[in-house]
T-cell receptor, first 114, second 115 residues
Framework: AQSVTQPDIHITVSEGASLELRCNYSYGATPYLFWYVQSPGQGLQLLLKYFSGDTLVQGIKGFEAEFKRSQSSFNLRKPSVHWSDAAEYFCAVGARAAGNKLTFGGGTRVLVKP | DTEVTQTPKHLVMGMTNKKSLKCEQHMGHRAMYWYKQKAKKPPELMFVYSYEKLSINESVPSRFSPECPNSSLLNLHLHALQPEDSALYLC??????????????FGPGTRLTVL
């Protein structure tokens, strides 16, 4: 069965500074990987996804993520954080064998200091 | 139209009430999902409908009853809920329910409070 770990529960970053959120997954085959963002009381919005090909993936809102098979990681990065980036971020892995079931990590809450 | 809509936004119900949550999408997606999300936790999958047939039930108690009347609509019927069922209920849809790589589009959720 697949699993996802997000080691950081909270991250505080200053506005304008860079941000990196860690994600480690466990899955036997090639994973389908996603990053979602959730603002308080809202639904989830897809930031980016990885299925195959180029291991550096560009997403919306200036985010990018890099797939590293050797490290079973899919870390999310943003070069310069804006106050509006304060939210909860979820990494997720999908598996065809599981009928498109998404397994989410525990989430990382990002706080942005002015 | 790239939205998943959910109604109502908020719902307060007693333990003896019967209520329903509604989800709608007009993206031509053939898979729809119900998730439950408690505060400060990730969403937990409850049900998956693929081509209007229930394909996954994650051992959800029978007081939650899903229904997919057509490919655009998904309902969640609630009966005799417990206070611990209070949560944000999220609906999602994807192009299909078998590929694994189709991203899921989420609605804004229904905030349910059971008294």
């Amino acid at each position: 069965a697949q699993s996802v770990t997000q080691p950081d529960i909270h991250i505080t970053v200053s506005e304008g500074a860079s941000l990196e959120l860690r994600c480690n997954y466990s899955y036997g085959a090639t994973p389908y990987l996603f990053w979602y963002v959730q603002s308080p009381g809202q639904g989830l919005q897809l930031l980016l996804k990885y299925f195959s090909g180029d291991t550096l993936v560009q997403g919306i809102k200036g985010f990018e993520a890099e797939f590293k098979r050797s490290q079973s990681s899919f870390n999310l990065r943003k070069p310069s954080v804006h106050w509006s980036d304060a939210a909860e971020y979820f990494c997720a892995v999908g598996a065809r064998a599981a009928g498109n079931k998404l397994t989410f990590g525990g989430g990382t809450r990002v706080l942005v200091k002015p | 139209d790239t939205e998943v809509t959910q109604t109502p936004k908020h719902l307060v119900m007693g333990m003896t009430n019967k209520k329903s949550l509604k989800c709608e999408q007009h993206m031509g997606h053939r898979a729809m999902y119900w998730y439950k999300q408690k505060a400060k936790k990730p969403p937990e999958l409850m049900f998956v409908y693929s081509y209007e047939k229930l394909s996954i039930n994650e051992s959800v108690p029978s007081r939650f009853s899903p229904e997919c009347p057509n490919s655009s609509l998904l309902n969640l019927h609630l009966h005799a809920l417990q206070p611990e069922d209070s949560a944000l209920y999220l609906c999602a849809s994807s192009l299909d329910g078998t590929s694994g790589y189709n991203e899921q589009f989420f609605g804004p959720g229904t905030r349910l409070t059971v008294l």
